[in-house]
């Protein structure tokens, strides 16, 4: 089964939306797309009446909101319906709220637990970074915290900044699928693009599309290939 994504012409690289309950990698660099295309998604699942969960460490919830006030995709209303939790883990009442959550002190088990007890069908984690913040040996735990996900009733996008871009990183082995948001100097200026790296389950080209941000937020121009 297949979930619409949120973000108009992204689904038509992906033979019609994302593949159910799998996780996701949306990786680019600074500013190319990455939080406003997980909002969109976070959005559309909230209109599909899906209880949906957005952990981050970057933003306030006020503060996403204000960010995304530009686009009239109504982030700011489903944010306010309840169909969505906000978790920032760097703040007190994040940590709070998740440890309530799972039997030991370990971020993946009390991530688990949150998702199957609150029903939660659609998440997004931004980003990677964040797990820094609860990992001592990152590279080590960051498989058992993919695998764990993996196996989650839940659709996840999880972020992943890229250091290098020449490498890839666990997470775009263990994920699903992954995204590249990309922001490359052309001669006319700045052009952005998305790039589907891989999807399992899905036909996909790998070609480049120009996104565009548009009053409707990022938008994909599926039928407009960036030539490299
Ligand atoms: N109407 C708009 N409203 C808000 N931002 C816009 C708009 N149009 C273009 N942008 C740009 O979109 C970019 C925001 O992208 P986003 O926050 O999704 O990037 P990101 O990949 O999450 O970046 P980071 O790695 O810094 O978190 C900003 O640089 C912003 O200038
Ligand atoms: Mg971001």
Redesign the pocket.
């Known amino acids: 089964m297949r979930v619409p994504s949120g973000v108009p012409g992204f689904d038509e690289l992906v033979e019609g939306g994302l593949l159910k309950d799998r996780l996701y990698v949306v990786s ?12 969109q998604f976070i959005t559309r699942g909230a209109k599909e009446e899906e209880n949906c969960l957005y952990i981050t460490m ?1 933003e306030t919830e006020e503060e996403l909101v204000q ?5 009239d995709f109504g982030f700011d209303r489903v944010m306010a319906s309840g169909k969505v939790q906000f978790l920032n883990l760097l703040t007190d009442s994040g940590k709070r709220t998740i440890t309530q959550f799972g039997t030991d002190s370990g971020l993946t088990n009390r991530l688990v637990a949150f998702l199957e007890q609150q029903n939660i069908d659609r998440a997004v984690v ?2 990677t970074m964040l797990l820094q913040h609860f990992f001592d040996n990152l590279s080590e735990e960051i498989t058992g915290f993919l695998s764990a996900l993996k196996q989650t009733d839940t659709t996840i996008v999880l ?1 992943s ?1 890229m250091t290098d871009p020449s490498s890839y990183a666990d997470e775009h082995y263990l994920a699903h699928g992954v995204v590249f ?1 990309h922001n490359y100097l052309e001669s006319g200026g700045m052009t952005r693009g998305v790039q589907v790296i891989k999807m399992r389950g899905t036909a996909i080209d790998c070609d480049i599309r120009e996104v565009e ?1 548009s ?1 409707r937020g ?1 938008c994909v121009m599926a039928d407009r290939k960036v030539e490299a």
Do not use: Q, R, V
């Not at 660099?29 to 939080?35: F, I, L, R, V, Y």
């Not at 960010?67 to 686009?71: E, I, L, Q, S």
């Open positions: 680019g660099p600074p500013g190319s797309g990455k939080t406003t295309f997980s909002s970057h960010d995304m006030a530009g686009y931004d980003s972020i900044e948001f941000f009053d990022l």
